[in-house]
């Protein structure tokens, strides 16, 4: 009599092990989106604002902190840098570009208003204020 | 001599493993299609006049619904009001005429939050119509 073979049979384990590393890593890579909106500057609640439903992909942020610095994605900027990347930005993509301003609760008006000055300068018209619909 | 009867063995229990990998899949594809991030981040449009500089300084403001943000507290056509009074004058307004135009005068030492605080109760009542000057003091 021939030797039978042994049945053959594919190992699930690892292939297992790799769904959920995979369903890990997907759930870990999701939750970081929102901590990317985390910076020093802590919004005001504006709780009956409206949701932007249609995003603009032209969009710039302008953080202003507490201490009065102003930023651009964490890169504190002076009142002629920011006029420049703005100007740049008219350039490129039109003067409806919005600028959305995320001001710190704390911040004086006096610095907000310095970055809407430079926004009218660089011919930006389509300002808005960010603000926290809820505690995050 | 009684032979015993044999009982057929039991095949190995074996849980098949294709089917739950095939949904679990099919769930983490689904997932992955419909997350969406809740949006917490809300935009307060506004509107900033340009300065004319035809325009006298001492020229008598238009018939406007104003709304002063200062350190201290707002006023609404110069009457000093607290958030409620201003909740209140502003759902007045706007059961009135909702594309009213506000002015909003924000002084240059009060603090963001409060002028934020303003733009939230005009969206709040649905005026739309908001202006945003800054005053030098």
Not at chain 1, 40 to 61: F, L
Not at chain 2, 19 to 37: G, H, N, S
Request: proline residues 7%.
């Amino acid at each position: 009599m021939r030797k039978q073979m042994p049945d053959a049979k594919m190992d699930m384990t690892p292939m297992i092990d790799i769904v959920f590393q995979l369903i890990i890593f997907f759930v870990v890579t999701v939750d970081m989106q929102n901590k990317a909106l985390e910076t020093s500057v802590r919004m005001a609640m504006a709780p009956n604002g409206p949701v932007e439903e249609v995003k603009d992909p032209r969009t710039i942020v302008v953080d202003v902190e507490a201490d009065g610095t102003i930023s651009i994605m964490r890169t504190p900027l002076g009142e002629g840098q920011l006029l420049a990347i703005l100007k740049k930005a008219v350039n490129t993509s039109g003067q409806s570009t919005p600028v959305v301003i995320r001001g710190d609760l704390e911040a004086k008006h006096e610095v907000i208003k310095r970055v809407m000055d430079v926004c009218g300068k660089a011919g930006l018209w389509k300002l808005r204020f960010a603000a926290l619909k809820e505690k995050a | 001599m009684a032979r015993k009867r044999q009982r057929p063995e039991a095949a190995p229990a074996e849980l098949e493993m294709t089917p739950m990998i095939d949904v679990v899949f099919q769930l983490l594809v689904y997932f992955i299609v419909t997350i969406k991030p809740i949006d917490v981040i809300t935009n307060l449009d506004v509107f900033r006049p340009a300065p004319d500089k035809n325009t006298p300084q001492d020229q008598k403001p238009p018939n406007l619904v104003r709304i002063g943000v200062y350190q201290d507290g707002y006023t609404v056509n110069d009457i000093p009001a607290s958030p409620e009074l201003l909740d209140q004058a502003l759902g007045k307004v706007a059961s009135i005429d909702a594309g009213q135009t506000i002015m909003i005068t924000v002084s240059a030492v009060s603090e963001h939050g409060m002028l934020v605080k303003a733009l939230d109760l005009c969206a709040k009542n649905g005026l739309k119509s908001l202006s945003v000057v800054s005053a030098s003091n």
